[in-house]
């Protein structure tokens, strides 16, 4: 089992905002990083340091991250098409030398 | 352009060896700390393992699953990246991703099966 916990599927309309989020008692001490990875292709980062927000180059800025406790999340403000992805959040474990990620998140645009 | 590319996959029998390669390009590669990630057919991913730069102490740490069965290594003189894995098990079967979190490489796929 993951150190963090992500809901394994959710969904939103087309347009709308959709909040993903990940649960681990690591995410009270370290940052959590956000993957996409579609179909056939290799993960791409699109939020790092989630507390901080901080996109990659080229990553559209209706992503974004925010940080509460134990949880981290990944909010896309005004979801596409393109977006319909499965989403996993990484972190360090609580050893503190380890890295985890989250179980992954099948993201629906409707 | 920024590259990692893997190479080194194939069919391997449970007990048997292989080493995967990952050769970087477009960035300074001795600064770079790397990590292999593993994903079985179907599932979500799984960090592997990683390797500091030289500069940052060169340290290396391995998930639970393969310490003491995978050895990371890398040459920073040909950039490349490198995984060693012994003792193969079936449920190591999976695409094998080096990475720099920023840059992923397109995966090689090793499979493990008498």
């Known amino acids: 089992s993951s150190e963090l916990t992500q809901d394994p599927a959710v969904s939103v309309a087309l347009g709308q905002t959709v909040r993903v989020t990940c649960q681990g008692d690591s995410l009270t001490k370290y940052y959590a990083s956000w993957y996409q990875q579609k179909p056939g292709q290799a993960p791409r980062l699109v939020i790092y340091d989630n507390n901080n927000n901080n996109r990659p180059s080229g990553i559209p800025d209706r992503f974004s991250g925010s940080s509460s406790g134990n949880t981290a999340s990944l909010i896309i403000t005004g979801a596409q098409a393109e977006d319909e992805a499965d989403y996993y959040c990484q972190s360090r474990a609580a050893s503190g030398s380890h890295l985890v990620f989250g179980g992954g998140t099948k993201l629906t645009v409707l | 352009e920024v590259q990692l590319v893997e190479s080194g996959g194939g069919l391997v029998k449970p007990g048997g060896s292989l080493r995967l390669s990952c050769a970087a390009s477009?960035?300074?590669?001795?600064?770079?700390?790397m990590s292999w990630v593993r994903q079985a057919p179907g599932k979500g991913l799984e960090w592997v393992g990683r390797?500091?730069?030289?500069?940052?102490?060169?340290?290396?740490d391995y998930a639970a699953p393969v310490k003491g069965r995978f050895t990371i290594s890398r040459d920073d003189s040909e950039n490349m990246l490198y995984l060693q894995m012994n003792s193969l098990k079936t449920e190591d079967t999976a695409v094998y991703y080096c990475?720099?979190?920023?840059?992923w490489g397109q995966g090689t796929m090793m499979i493990v099966s008498s």
């Open positions: 990475t720099t979190w920023w840059i």
């Open positions: 390797i500091k730069s030289k500069t940052a102490g060169g340290a290396i």
């Open positions: 477009g960035l300074t590669f001795s600064n770079v700390w």
